[in-house]
Nanobody, 115 residues
């Protein structure tokens, strides 16, 4: 079994920063791409950022220049540093981990940005 657990969400004022963490644990040999997605009610889940095991990154257009994804391969952990937060960044943020041919999701963490 594989568990994916996020932490670090919360309430912040516009212009502030938050750092999300996500750890994959369990029967894992190698975690390939890890990423963050977000979802608001009535909308599709969208990519925020993803990072390969080798460190290549991909960002959603709305967060480029404000968010930074990084990872610690030894700990199967991925981080999302979110700066210059905007009210439109308010969402549930989900961590995603690709292990072999399977995809695992965390339960999500709420990020709320007040104006």
């Amino acid at each position: 079994q594989v568990q994916v657990v996020e932490s670090g969400g919360g309430l912040v004022q516009a212009g502030g920063s938050l750092r999300l963490s996500c750890a994959a644990s369990g029967s894992i040999l190698t975690v390939n791409t890890m990423g963050w997605y977000r979802q608001t009610p009535g909308k599709k889940r969208e990519l925020v950022a993803a990072i390969t095991r080798g460190g290549s990154t991909n960002y959603g257009d709305s967060v480029k220049g404000r968010f930074t994804i990084s990872r610690d391969n030894a700990k199967n952990t991925v981080f999302l540093q979110m700066n210059s937060l905007k009210p439109e960044d308010t969402a549930v943020y989900y961590c995603n981990a690709h292990i072999f041919s399977a995809e695992y999701w965390g339960q999500g963490t709420q990020v709320t940005v007040s104006s």
